[in-house]
C-alpha cells in the first residue's frame, strides 16, 4: 500500500458528460502528480500541483483541469468526455516540491475510466 | 529532455537473476536515473535511483556505466513477482518525471 488513495476505482460514463476523479496523497506529502495512462500511448504525465498551486503541466487537454486543496487532496476534472478519454488515471505524491531531481513518487492505484 | 531506450520484453527464469538495461546516450551531467516497475493491474512503484554511483536496495541493485550513458537494473533473484514493466527514466532538477514504453518482464516458472 502506498498510502495514495484514489476514488473511485471505476466510473463508467457517456461521452460529452463530466466527472471528477478525487486523490488523497500520503500523509504529509505536498506534491501531487496526475498521470494518464491509455493502452496507445502509455504512461502520460498530466499535471502537478504543490501545496495547492500548479507546478508544471504536461500533455494535459484545455477539457481536463485539476486543483489541489488546502487539505492537499487533489481532484482532476474531465469534461465534454470522448471515447478516446477512456483510460486509467494515475495520481502520485512526493514529499518534495517536485523540482528535485531525486525524489520518489508513490502511486496509487488508479480511477478506470470508461467513455461509453 | 534526455531520452532513454530499454528492450521492449524480456524473459528470466524465476529465482534466477535479471538484468535489465537502459541506453540513455544523452544524459546530462545532472540527470538522475530513476527505475520504476509496473505490476498488473497496479500503479507504478519506486524500484531504485542513482546519479553516479552504483546503488543497492532491498528491491534491486542499479549498476550505472562509468560514462553513465548506460545502466542496468538488477535483480539478484527473480519471483513470479517480479513480473512486470520496468521503467528507466532520467530526470533532471526542474523537470517533471516521464515514462517511456518500459520493458515487459516475464518470470517462468
Known amino acids: 500500500d502506498s498510502g495514495v488513495t484514489q476514488t473511485p476505482k471505476h466510473l463508467i460514463t457517456a461521452t460529452g458528460q463530466r466527472v471528477t476523479l478525487r486523490c488523497s496523497p500520503r500523509s504529509g506529502d505536498l506534491s501531487v502528480y496526475w498521470y494518464q495512462q491509455s493502452l496507445d500511448q502509455g504512461l502520460q504525465f498530466l499535471i502537478q500541483?504543490?501545496?495547492?498551486?500548479?507546478?508544471a503541466k504536461g500533455n494535459i487537454l484545455e477539457r481536463f483541469s485539476a486543483q489541489q486543496f488546502p487539505d492537499l487532496h487533489s481532484e482532476l476534472n474531465l469534461s465534454s468526455l470522448e471515447l478516446g478519454d477512456s483510460a486509467l488515471y494515475f495520481c502520485a505524491s512526493s514529499s518534495s516540491s517536485g523540482m528535485g531531481a531525486n525524489e520518489k513518487l508513490f502511486f496509487g492505484s488508479g480511477t478506470q475510466l470508461s467513455v461509453l | 529532455d534526455a531520452k532513454t531506450t530499454q528492450p521492449n520484453s524480456m524473459e528470466s527464469n524465476e529465482e534466477e537473476p535479471v538484468h535489465l538495461p537502459c541506453n540513455h546516450s544523452t544524459i546530462s551531467g545532472t540527470d538522475y536515473i530513476h527505475w520504476y516497475r509496473q505490476l498488473p493491474s497496479q500503479g507504478p512503484e519506486y524500484v531504485i535511483h542513482?546519479?553516479?554511483s552504483n546503488v543497492n536496495n532491498r528491491m534491486a541493485s542499479l549498476a550505472i556505466a562509468e560514462d553513465r550513458k548506460s545502466s542496468t537494473l538488477i535483480l539478484h533473484r527473480a519471483t513470479l513477482r517480479d513480473a512486470a514493466v520496468y521503467y528507466c527514466?532520467?530526470?533532471?532538477?526542474?523537470?517533471?518525471?516521464?515514462f517511456g514504453a518500459g520493458t515487459r518482464l516475464t518470470v517462468k516458472p
Open positions: 527514466i532520467l530526470r533532471d532538477l526542474g523537470n517533471d518525471m516521464r
Open positions: 542513482g546519479l553516479t
Open positions: 500541483y504543490y501545496n495547492g498551486e500548479e507546478r
